[in-house]
């Protein structure tokens, strides 16, 4: 049983989500967007560990910005994340007319020449903008996706957000079991989506380049593609004005060469660039209080997971 303290803070935390639920239908789009990132700036000045992680962070990533720039950058972010809570909660309340009139897409022809394929479609984005909106938003236009995600610490948050997620047609795909689930979905011609930017301790990651440092990251994305043959899309939302978004479909990204040395590595590699190449043009978006560097994992043989996409390949 987990410490009074540790319930407490988890009854604390799932009334106010559900208060926030019932309140709002009844707030506009913009105030929600308002109101969450004023709260988000507040949290910059009480949340001094997560403040101090980012600035570090930018510090490694944009060495030529002055002291005052990160800082201002970093309460940004602060005031986004806030934010997104709140919005996120906000259009779950939509109907889907409401749904689809908050938000307008580019690319959808990629997306539907990727389904053409018939070998399923790889989604990826990382901690930027509006993911989680997008994956409600996504089904609306197109075919629904499973996501890869983790389980929230709050039992009863967890059911709240996996309620959310699912809402408009998505299914949620958790660790346990993930590369069978992945495979079969794509074997049947279904989008699978996957965040590729979080530290990873396990069998599946490898380091590639994140702003000129190396990142523990998911060589999933790449061996499922390399294996199944599936295009592999990146997708990102951004914020546009009166509560609205802007669902982008990127150009797929390319898969190495046949007989190319290390091809999980080229390929997660080409997928990381696109997201930093995201991160640099909006980088008050993304989530820099991560701890997305670190040097206490050593990482472990690609060829592990590859071979676990192959056990699972014929199932």
Same mark, same amino acid.
Request: proline share 6%; with cysteine.
């Given at each position: 049983?987990?410490?009074?303290?540790?319930?407490?803070?988890?009854?604390?935390?799932?009334?106010?989500?559900?208060?926030?639920?019932?309140?709002?239908?009844?707030?506009?789009?913009?105030?929600?967007?308002?109101?969450?990132?004023?709260?988000?700036?507040?949290?910059?000045?009480?949340?001094? !560990?997560?403040?101090?992680?980012?600035?570090?962070?930018?510090?490694?990533?944009?060495?030529?910005?002055?002291?005052?720039?990160?800082?201002?950058?970093?309460?940004?972010?602060?005031?986004?994340?806030?934010?997104?809570?709140?919005?996120?909660?906000?259009?779950?309340?939509?109907?889907?007319?409401?749904?689809?009139?908050?938000?307008?897409?580019?690319?959808?022809?990629?997306?539907?020449?990727?389904?053409?394929?018939?070998?399923?479609?790889?989604?990826?984005?990382?901690?930027?903008?509006?993911?989680?909106?997008?994956?409600?938003?996504?089904?609306?236009?197109?075919?629904?996706? !499973?996501?890869?995600?983790?389980?929230?610490?709050?039992?009863?948050?967890?059911?709240?957000?996996?309620?959310?997620?699912?809402?408009?047609?998505?299914?949620?795909?958790?660790?346990?079991?993930?590369?069978?689930?992945?495979?079969?979905?794509?074997?049947?011609?279904?989008?699978?989506?996957?965040?590729?930017?979080?530290?990873?301790?396990?069998?599946?990651?490898?380091?590639?380049?994140?702003?000129?440092?190396?990142?523990?990251?998911?060589?999933?994305?790449?061996?499922?593609?390399?294996?199944?043959?599936?295009?592999?899309?990146?997708?990102?939302?951004?914020?546009?004005?009166?509560?609205?978004?802007?669902?982008?479909?990127?150009?797929?990204?390319?898969?190495?060469?046949?007989?190319?040395?290390?091809?999980?590595?080229?390929?997660?590699?080409?997928?990381?660039?696109?997201?930093?190449?995201?991160?640099?043009?909006?980088?008050?978006?993304?989530?820099?209080?991560?701890?997305?560097?670190?040097?206490?994992?050593?990482?472990?043989?690609?060829?592990?997971?590859?071979?676990?996409?192959?056990?699972?390949?014929?199932?």
């Amino acid at each position: 049983m987990k410490p009074f303290a540790t319930r407490s803070r988890y009854a604390l935390e799932s009334l106010l989500v559900r208060g926030l639920q019932r309140l709002a239908p009844y707030v506009s789009m913009s105030s929600v967007r308002s109101g969450g990132r004023a709260l988000g700036r507040l949290a910059y000045y009480v949340d001094r !560990s997560r403040r101090q992680i980012a600035l570090e962070n930018l510090a490694h990533a944009f060495p030529g910005r002055s002291a005052q720039e990160r800082e201002t950058l970093t309460r940004s972010m602060f005031a986004h994340f806030g934010g997104l809570v709140f919005e996120l909660i906000k259009f779950g309340t939509y109907s889907r007319e409401e749904m689809l009139w908050a938000s307008e897409v580019e690319g959808a022809e990629r997306v539907r020449q990727a389904h053409a394929k018939g070998r399923g479609v790889l989604f990826f984005t990382g901690h930027f903008g509006y993911w989680e909106i997008f994956a409600l938003g996504h089904p609306l236009r197109d075919e629904p996706v !499973s996501v890869l995600a983790r389980p929230l610490d709050n039992p009863d948050l967890h059911r709240m957000l996996e309620d959310l997620r699912t809402s408009t047609g998505n299914s949620v795909i958790y660790r346990q079991g993930a590369v069978r689930h992945m495979l079969r979905d794509l074997s049947a011609g279904r989008g699978v989506a996957v965040l590729i930017d979080q530290h990873l301790h396990s069998a599946d990651a490898l380091y590639v380049g994140f702003f000129r440092r190396p990142a523990a990251t998911t060589s999933a994305l790449a061996a499922l593609a390399l294996r199944t043959g599936a295009p592999v899309i990146p997708v990102f939302s951004l914020p546009l004005p009166n509560g609205r978004y802007r669902f982008i479909y990127e150009h797929p990204v390319d898969p190495p060469r046949a007989g190319t040395p290390d091809a999980v590595r080229e390929f997660t590699q080409r997928c990381t660039d696109v997201l930093e190449m995201y991160v640099r043009r909006y980088p008050d978006l993304w989530l820099w209080m991560h701890r997305r560097w670190r040097d206490d994992s050593p990482e472990a043989p690609v060829t592990q997971l590859q071979e676990s996409v192959e056990a699972e390949t014929d199932v």
